[in-house]
């Protein structure tokens, strides 16, 4: 009889590139994709970190998924990523929900195959939550989700360790693939049809300093560069200590190159800044954005700000609003911080108060959409390459696309998944381009 898997992923694209990993795993081993947890013989979650509130959003999903199970005995679940990787959370979790088949880390993928025979054949529970070793598993199969574009992953773990994160303590140190295999996976990627991928590393920019060999991302992107059938090349996240001008004129020159980075701000103020540990202040970032806006005016710049780290006054919160004007973000991703424990930050004094939070990411997130509308207008009347993603989300008469920039667009007409076509923009909302 056929067995049905489906995957619940939180997170980051590091999620949804394991997640890749595992639907690679769990097809070879003869189970195939549903879209309904109610069909699923195996359900297993990708679980995030990064904030108390994504914890939370899970916590209430297991519930959910281990009522599921008492209807459906056979069932297997299972629960991994970068919560579980904490190893008190893995064993509470692995105590408080028998249901649970199987607990598992960041760093185990390449166990998941040899674990599920022993949960199938010996009928055990499995807890294999182990250190991150810092090996690559380059060799895994993979699934993706869509058939014309791809996350590929080139540098893994963070060294950077800002004090708010979380990332480095259940990602491990940064390790990076070398451009060979890269190259490898992403003309096989050519070869069976996808024209994009996303380069994926917590910090690309530093890709290859862990190496002997003389390699550094601007030269791992010339080598993509090189492969004929990828028409366009996208990369996140971008650290503001280690991107460098070459990296941009890059940007500038490459048509293949998609016309956005991605750099997060975190504050504006250099003081918060210092604490976070992100090793640049204000000025640096300002010229760096500056940089950016005047050699490819048409580039979008987005960025990830926390309002509310300790410590932050109403003077730093300011200092990060004369960013935000300044730089005119095309789009920002704004969290209130969260306080996350075994990282620094967690123990520093002057914690701000959650009302204090709420107010500054209010005030924020204002100011954040109103230069996003302002983004958006200005693309009016103007023409778009648009790469055709799938049908909308609320309307499926409606076509819907991400612009070389990465913005979103809705439009209509005969088009396939993975045509590049050129629009023009006729209409816009803060969130959505409409073109023709
Ligand atoms: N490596 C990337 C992404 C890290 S996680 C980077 O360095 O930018 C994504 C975002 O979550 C971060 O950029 C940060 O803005 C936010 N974040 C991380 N830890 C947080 C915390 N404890 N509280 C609130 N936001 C946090
Ligand atoms: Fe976290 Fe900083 Fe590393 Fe990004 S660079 S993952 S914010 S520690
Ligand atoms: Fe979350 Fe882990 Fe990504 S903590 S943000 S899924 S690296």
Redesign the pocket.
């Known amino acids: 009889m056929k067995q049905y898997y489906h995957l619940l992923t939180y997170g ?1 694209q590091m999620n949804v590139a394991d997640s890749e990993t595992i639907a690679g795993i769990l097809e070879e081993k003869g189970y195939s994709y549903t879209d309904e947890l109610t069909t699923a013989d195996l359900i297993f979650v990708i679980t995030c970190a ?2 108390d509130n994504a914890e939370q959003k899970i916590y209430g999903k297991l519930g959910e998924l281990v009522k599921l199970k008492e209807s459906k005995p056979h069932m297997i679940l299972g629960i991994g990523g970068c919560m579980t990787q904490q190893d008190e959370i893995a064993k509470r979790i692995y105590q408080r929900f028998p249901g649970m088949n199987i607990v598992f880390g960041t760093d185990n993928l390449h166990k998941l195959s040899q674990d599920l025979d022993i949960i199938i054949e010996e009928s055990k529970r499995i807890m294999d939550v182990h250190e991150i070793t810092g090996n690559i598993y380059d060799d895994l199969p993979k699934t993706h989700t869509e058939r014309h574009r791809a996350f590929v992953n080139i540098n893994f773990g ?1 060294n ?1 360790f ?1 004090t ?4 480095p303590h259940v990602r491990g140190q940064e390790r990076s693939r070398s451009i060979k295999s890269i190259k490898n996976e992403v003309a096989r990627l050519a070869a069976n049809g996808y024209k994009e991928v996303t380069l994926l ?3 690309v920019n530093s890709f290859g300093s862990d190496s002997d060999n003389d390699t550094n991302f601007v030269k791992l992107l010339k080598n993509l560069i090189e492969i004929e059938e990828i028409k366009r090349i996208r990369f ?2 971008s ?1 503001p200590k280690d991107m460098s001008l070459e990296l941009i004129q890059l940007v500038r020159d490459e048509e293949k190159m998609c016309k956005h980075i ?1 750099l ?1 701000l ?1 504050s504006g103020s250099s003081k918060i800044l210092n604490k976070m540990n992100r090793k640049y202040d204000q000025d640096k970032y300002l010229n760096l954005a500056r940089y950016i806006r005047k050699e490819i005016p048409q580039a979008t710049i987005t960025t ?3 309002v509310g780290f300790p410590g932050e006054t109403e003077a730093d919160f300011l200092e990060t609003l004369r960013v935000v004007d300044e730089i005119k973000f095309d789009a920002a ?1 704004t ?6 424990p075994g ?1 620094r ?1 967690a123990c520093y004094e002057n914690q701000v108060s959650e009302d204090e939070k709420k107010s500054r990411l209010y005030k924020l997130i204002d100011r954040v959409n109103m230069y996003m509308e302002i983004s958006n207008k200005s693309r009016l009347g103007q023409k778009i390459s648009v790469m055709v993603d799938g049908t909308s989300k609320k309307d499926n008469e409606v076509l819907s696309g991400r612009s070389d920039d990465n913005k979103l667009v809705h439009f209509r007409g005969d088009y396939k998944v993975g045509d590049i076509i050129e629009l023009e923009v006729y209409d816009y909302s803060p969130h959505v381009l409409w073109g023709k």
């Open positions: 980051c990064v904030r963070c950077n800002c708010y994160c979380i990332v590393g917590q910090n996140m996240t650290h991605h997060p975190q990830d700000i926390i991703y969290f209130a911080y969260s306080k996350r990282t930050a």
